[in-house]
């Protein structure tokens, strides 16, 4: 139909086989705190760029079972905070051990 799909970033060919692509500079963070909300999440991580927004959310607690809490940071674009953030690992968050994935961007409009 004549439309294309602007990308926010590219990716060298030789790095988009081996590296996930950091599109938005987007990082699902699980395992913090279930005390910690959102303007604490996106301050602790501005130490490693420029938030765009961050995001709690927490499941609700079943009995015996603690709460699972997960957070999405996006860094402001072309600003490496995920790069960073990445680089940083292990990181510890008032004495829990973050793990840190890329969310990677699926384009709709990829052909198959």
Same mark, same amino acid.
């Given at each position: 139909?004549?439309?294309? @799909? @602007?990308?926010? %970033?590219? =990716? @060298? ?18 395992? #913090?705190?279930?005390? #910690?909300?959102? !303007?604490?999440?996106?301050? /602790? /991580?501005?130490?490693?760029?420029? *938030?765009?927004? %961050? *995001? =709690?959310?927490?499941?609700?607690? +079943?009995?015996? $079972? ?5 957070? *999405?940071?996006?860094? $402001?674009?072309?600003? +490496?905070? %995920?790069? $960073?953030? &990445? @680089?940083?690992?292990? *990181?510890?968050? /008032? ?7 890329? #969310?990677? %961007?699926?384009? &709709? /409009?990829? !052909? $198959?």
């Amino acid at each position: 139909d004549g439309e294309s @799909n @602007n990308s926010q %970033a590219t =990716v @060298n060919s030789d790095e988009q086989s081996s590296k996930p692509q950091l599109v938005e500079e987007k990082l699902c963070l699980k395992g #913090i705190p279930s005390t #910690i909300d959102c !303007e604490t999440l996106k301050d /602790f /991580f501005s130490v490693f760029g420029p *938030i765009k927004d %961050a *995001i =709690v959310l927490k499941d609700d607690v +079943d009995e015996g $079972k603690p709460a699972t809490v997960t957070g *999405i940071v996006t860094f $402001k674009e072309g600003s +490496d905070g %995920a790069k $960073k953030t &990445l @680089n940083g690992q292990p *990181i510890q968050m /008032f004495g829990s051990v973050i793990e840190i994935r890329v #969310i990677e %961007a699926t384009s &709709l /409009f990829e !052909e $198959k």
